[in-house]
C-alpha cells in the first residue's frame, strides 16, 4: 500500500511539472498581452502550491515506517527540538536529556573533559541553541547509525544459551575489551588527529604499566619489539597480563586478611586531623558543589542522606559520591584508631579530594592551576610531618569519592578536565580507594560504590536477604539506562531495542527520558522484580548499577571486563560465573548475540543458585553499615580497611 502511494505522489510530480511548463508558455504569451505588474501576481499565486507539494515529497521521501502507524516522519534542526508525526497516532512531543541518571548519578549525562569517557550534552532547557534536544527515538537511530547496515535480527543458538558458554572466549573477549578501551570511552574525536592522540595517551599508558609486572610473572610476555599492530597487540597482552597479576595481588592481600585476629593488637588507625580547608569547609559548601544539585540532604545523617520511606528502614538516599564522608565517620569511631602516631600501623588522609574535583568541573574561566591548588597544598602540610616523610607516604591511604580520570588530568585527554592530584609524584606510593581504579595503576585499588542499603545490625542483613531470595520476579530482565553516543551508545541501543521487542520478557526503564531512574525506590523495585539487570558501560567502564543489583539480587549482565572483573578484588570472587553473566559488548553491538536468547536458556535452577549465592556471599560485603559497624558481618568498609592493613603490614616487612 505504500509502494503504492509513493507511485501516485511521483505521479502528481510529473503532472505537476507538465502543470508547471504549460503555464510558462501560458506566461511568455501572456507577456505580449499583459504588464509586467499583472504577469508578477500570477507567477506569486503559482509558487506557495510548488513549495507544499515539494516538502510534502521530502517528508514522504525521509519518513520512518513504524508498526501500528500508517507513516511516520521528523522534522529537525541543530537549533529546534526534533518533532516527530505518525498518521493515525498523536504527535510524539519532544524528550529532553536530564542531569540525573541511574548508572552514573548526577554527573552522567554532563560533558566529559576526561580522557577515557565521555558524557552527553547538558538539558537542552538549560543550555544554549546549538546544544541538542533529542527525543529518545533520534537517540536510538543516531547510536545504530555505528552498527552494520546489513543487521539482521539474532537467531537465538542453543548451544550458546546458558551461563556457562559465557565462559569459553573471556581472555579473548577481555583483550578485545583491551583494545577497544581507549575507543569506547573517550570524548569522541572529530578528525584523525584527534584519534591518533587519544591512541598515542593510550600507548603510554600501557607501557608505563609494564615496569610493574612482576620479573618472575608466570603470565606470557610478548615480544614488543615489533611494529604497527603486532607490537601494539603485544603490548595489549602484556598491559592485560599485568592488570590479571595486581588483581590477583589484590585478592591475595584480602584473603591473608580474612585469617587474621581483628582484634586491634598491631594494627592502629591514626587518623590526620587536617585542617578543615581540606575536608569540613568542601562539606559545608555542599550547597554549591554542583551548580543544579544541593547535595546537603545526601550528606545528612553521616553521608547515608535521606530515608527512603517507601523502602522501608535502613534505606536512604546516598548520593554516590559520598564514598570520602562515609570512610571518614567510620574512621573517626573505629575502635582500633589511635591518637598517638607512634602506635600507628596505618595513617588515613581524610582529604576530600572528590568534593574538591568536583566544584571546578563545570565552571568556565578557572585556571588549572586553581583547581590544583588544594592538593599541593595538602602535600606542602604533609611534607612537614615526620609520618609521612618516614616510609615516603607508603603506610598511608587516600580515599577518593569518584573514579580516578578526575583526578589524572595530565595524562592526556581534555586539558581542562578534573585535577591532576594523582599524578603528583608525591601520590605514588600511597594507596588511593576509589570508586574505580585506573587498570595501569597497582596502588589504586576499586571499593564498591555506595548504595541505598544500609544495614544497622547483622539482624538487618539477615531480614533483607530472606525477603531479596523470596522476592516474586515477574520480569526476566531489567535494564535501567540512558542513551549514549559513540561505541557505547551503539551497545546501550542494541540492548535497549532487544529489550524494548522483547515484550512482557524485558523491562526497560529509559533513564535519559525522565527522573525515574533518579528515585532509588523505582530502582529497587525493577531490579527486586528482575531475575537478570544488564549492565553496559556507559560514562566511564564501572556503574553504581551493578551494586544496586547485586543488593537486590537481581544477576548482573556484564558487556565489559573492565566493568566490574578487573576492578574489585576485594569485594567480588574470582569466579565470576557464581555472580554474573558475561557476554561480549562488542559481538552484542554488532547484533550478533540475542541477550534475551541467551538468558532465557539459563535454567531457573541455575537462576536461583546464582542469586542464593550473591545475596548470601556477596552481599554482605557489598554495603556500607550505618554507625559503626556490623557484629558478625563484614561489610566493604570492614573489607577493605582489614585488607589495607595487611598491605601495610605486608610492605613493612620487605
Not at 235 to 245: K, R
Not at 530 to 535: A, G, I, P
Amino acid at each position: 500500500m505504500v509502494a503504492k502511494t509513493f507511485e501516485d505522489l511521483l505521479q502528481g510530480t510529473k503532472m505537476a511539472a507538465t502543470l508547471l511548463r504549460k503555464r510558462a508558455l501560458e506566461a511568455r504569451r501572456l507577456t505580449k498581452e499583459t504588464g509586467l505588474l499583472e504577469l508578477f501576481l500570477r507567477k506569486l499565486l503559482i509558487l506557495p502550491a510548488t513549495i507544499i507539494l515539494l516538502m510534502l515529497l521530502c517528508f514522504w521521501v525521509s519518513s520512518t515506517l513504524l508498526s501500528f502507524s500508517f507513516f511516520h516522519f521528523c522534522i529537525s534542526s541543530r537549533k529546534l527540538d526534533v518533532y516527530c508525526l505518525s498518521a493515525g497516532t498523536a504527535p510524539i512531543s519532544s524528550h529532553h536529556q536530564l542531569y540525573q541518571t541511574f548508572d552514573k548519578g548526577i554527573e552522567a549525562s554532563l560533558p566529559s573533559h576526561s580522557k577515557n569517557y565521555s558524557y552527553p550534552i547538558l538539558d537542552s532547557t538549560k543550555s544554549s541553541s546549538n546544544q541538542r534536544g533529542e527525543t529518545f527515538d533520534k537517540d536510538i537511530k543516531v547510536s545504530l547509525k555505528s552498527l552494520p547496515q546489513n543487521y539482521v535480527a539474532p537467531v537465538v543458538d542453543s548451544a550458546k544459551s546458558s551461563s556457562n558458554q559465557t565462559d569459553h572466549t573471556f581472555k579473548k573477549d577481555t583483550r578485545a575489551s583491551l583494545n577497544s578501551f581507549p575507543q569506547d570511552f573517550s570524548t569522541p574525536a572529530t578528525d584523525s588527529a584527534k584519534s591518533s592522540q587519544r591512541e598515542e595517551n593510550f600507548d603510554k599508558d600501557i607501557k608505563a604499566l609494564l615496569p610493574h609486572v612482576p620479573q618472575n610473572s608466570s603470565q606470557p610476555i610478548a615480544d614488543t619489539t615489533t611494529t604497527n599492530k603486532g607490537s601494539r597487540r603485544n603490548m595489549n597482552i602484556q598491559a592485560l597480563s599485568a592488570v590479571e597479576e595486581q588483581m590477583k595481588a589484590l585478592r591475595t592481600l584480602r584473603n591473608h586478611a580474612l585469617t587474621r585476629n581483628k582484634t586491634c593488637q598491631g594494627r592502629g588507625i591514626y587518623v590526620y586531623d587536617l585542617p578543615s580547608k581540606f575536608n569540613k569547609n568542601l562539606e559545608d559548601h555542599c550547597e554549591g558543589l554542583l551548580p543544579w544539585t544541593n547535595l546537603c540532604n545526601f550528606f545528612s545523617n553521616k553521608a547515608m542522606g535521606q530515608p527512603i520511606q517507601e523502602l522501608g528502614p535502613n534505606w536512604y538516599n546516598t548520593h554516590q559520591y559520598s564514598l570520602e564522608l562515609i570512610f571518614h565517620h567510620r574512621m573517626n569511631t573505629h575502635p582500633c584508631r589511635v591518637y598517638d602516631p607512634s602506635q600507628a600501623l596505618l595513617f588515613y588522609v581524610p582529604f576530600y579530594a572528590g568534593l574538591d574535583a568536583m566544584r571546578w568541573h563545570f565552571r568556565t574561566n578557572v585556571s588549572n592551576e586553581l583547581k590544583d591548588q588544594l592538593g599541593l597544598d595538602l602535600v606542602r602540610w604533609l611534607d612537614t610531618k615526620l609520618t609521612w616523610k618516614k616510609n615516603q607516604g607508603k603506610d598511608h591511604v587516600f580515599v577518593l569519592g569518584k573514579i580516578s580520570w578526575d583526578f589524572r588530568r595530565t595524562n592526556g585527554g581534555n586539558p581542562n578536565w578534573g585535577t591532576s592530584f594523582l599524578e603528583l609524584e608525591a601520590l605514588q606510593n600511597p594507596t588511593k580507594v576509589l570508586i574505580e581504579r585506573q587498570p595501569w595503576h597497582p596502588n589504586d585499588v576499586a571499593v564498591p560504590h555506595p548504595t541505598y542499603f544500609h544495614p544497622r545490625v547483622d539482624q538487618d542483613i539477615k531480614l533483607w536477604q530472606t525477603t531479596a531470595i523470596s522476592s516474586k520476579r515477574p520480569k526476566l530482565i531489567a535494564l535501567a539506562a540512558g542513551t549514549r553516543v559513540g561505541p557505547v551508545g551503539g551497545l546501550r541501543a542494541r540492548l535497549i531495542e532487544q529489550c524494548t521487542l522483547a515484550d512482557h520478557t524485558c523491562e526497560f526503564l529509559n533513564c535519559s527520558q525522565s527522573r525515574t531512574c533518579g528515585k532509588p525506590e523505582r530502582v529497587v523495585s525493577l531490579f527486586m522484580g528482575s531475575e537478570f539487570c544488564l549492565q553496559p558501560p556507559g560514562d566511564s567502564p564501572t556503574r553504581k548499577s551493578v551494586f544496586d543489583a547485586l543488593v537486590a539480587g537481581c544477576i548482573p549482565v556484564i558487556f565489559d571486563p573492565f566493568t566490574a572483573y578487573y576492578q574489585y578484588a576485594w569485594h567480588l570472587p574470582e569466579e565470576r560465573e557464581r555472580w554474573s553473566v558475561y557476554l561480549d559488548g562488542e559481538e552484542v553491538r554488532e547484533g550478533r548475540v540475542d541477550v534475551v536468547g541467551v538468558l532465557k536458556g539459563v535454567r531457573r535452577e541455575e537462576r536461583d543458585r546464582m542469586r542464593r549465592f550473591i545475596l548470601e556471599e556477596v552481599m554482605p560485603g557489598l554495603v556500607y553499615a550505618e554507625g559503626e559497624g556490623l557484629e558478625w558481618f563484614r561489610d566493604a568498609f570492614d573489607i577493605t580497611l582489614d585488607a589495607l592493613v595487611e598491605r601495610v603490614r605486608r610492605d613493612s616487612r620487605v
